[in-house]
């Protein structure tokens, strides 16, 4: 059955939010001889993206300085990363992300990946016009001319922001299934192509069905189906796309422990994801990363990060009692 389920980010509006007092709080801490980052922690992990936006616009005013320069001038490491990113609005931050991720030295397909599979319309469309505002080019063109093969493709079908909204059709659901289950025997150019449109571009009402009646055809779960044809980049592309369509507190969950994990703490994913789902589903991700796990998250960034750093992820991951 398809599930609305209610989400909950960690961090909400502060009450009673005065921005030019916490202004003037962090010019104090910035501008003291060494830098006071409790007071930093204090303030930017328990206001909202719009309040901090707001704190930078009166820090402006206060100082005539931007507040992420100056953040960046006096903090260093992982650190800084976290607290620069809570800085950026959820576009900017995702369009940021993407950029080093495509203009680095290495591509970064898991960041393209995370990001681009787990996007709505709206977000995707967003994100491509914060991605023109910053860099003075096109997301899509980007996308082209760093990644290839159907892995491009796919990650082009994606960044267009196509995908049907709340459409379902029980007919049709059977044939796009049984069009799955022959790009997983025949592996062709054409059927991986057609694999990618319909994940691509069918709502997330109607895949559920598709996949429902992937696993009557083959007797097989889509996942493991595509993980057995495909492999490298596409194959995890494809996997991003189906878990976030079932769930996506679930998927991020699975991210977070394998960068924590898998990487020896992967810090650039754990902060990516940290930050971009804070007002978003984070409880919920905590939630699913319990249930999956058994540790809690909050017990697994204690026990990797340290210092400032933990303290700041810590309190955005806002842990309940019983995870310490």
């Not at 709502?203 to 189906?225: C, P, R, T």
């Amino acid at each position: 059955c398809f599930l609305l389920q209610q989400t909950q980010g960690t961090i909400f509006p502060a009450p009673n939010f005065n921005p030019i007092m916490d202004a003037q709080l962090l010019g104090g801490a910035l501008q003291g001889i060494s830098c006071e980052k409790d007071v930093l922690i204090d303030i930017l992990t328990q206001r909202c993206n719009s309040q901090r936006l707001m704190i930078a616009e009166a820090y402006r005013d206060m100082y005539g300085r931007d507040l992420i320069t100056d953040l960046k001038e006096n903090l260093s490491h992982h650190f800084k990363e976290v607290m620069v990113g809570l800085m950026y609005p959820p576009a900017s931050y995702d369009a940021h992300e993407l950029w080093h991720a495509l203009k680095g030295v290495d591509t970064e397909e898991k960041c393209l990946i995370d990001i681009l599979a787990s996007r709505s319309n709206m977000e995707i469309f967003q994100m491509k016009e914060a991605y023109l505002m910053q860099y003075n080019t096109d997301l899509q063109q980007d996308i082209d001319s760093e990644t290839s093969g159907h892995f491009r493709d796919t990650l082009m079908n994606l960044a267009q922001g196509t995908r049907m909204e709340g459409y379902a059709d029980p007919s049709t659901a059977a044939q796009d299934a049984m069009i799955l289950w022959e790009a997983c025997q025949q592996k062709t150019g054409e059927h991986k192509n057609m694999l990618q449109m319909i994940l691509c571009n069918r709502s997330h009402q109607q895949l559920w069905m598709v996949f429902q009646e992937f696993q009557n055809i083959s007797g097989q779960d889509i996942v493991d189906a595509i993980s057995e044809c495909y492999d490298g980049y596409f194959q995890e592309l494809l996997v991003a796309i189906v878990l976030c369509i079932r769930d996506k507190p679930s998927y991020f969950a699975y991210r977070l422990y394998n960068a924590i994990h898998d990487f020896g703490f992967h810090n650039k994913t754990v902060i990516r994801i940290l930050i971009a789902r804070s007002e978003i589903d984070l409880i919920n991700i905590r939630q699913r990363y319990k249930e999956r796990y058994g540790k809690s998250l909050f017990h697994d960034i204690k026990h990797f990060a340290s210092g400032h750093y933990e303290r700041a992820l810590l309190a955005i991951c806002a842990g309940d009692a019983e995870d310490y």
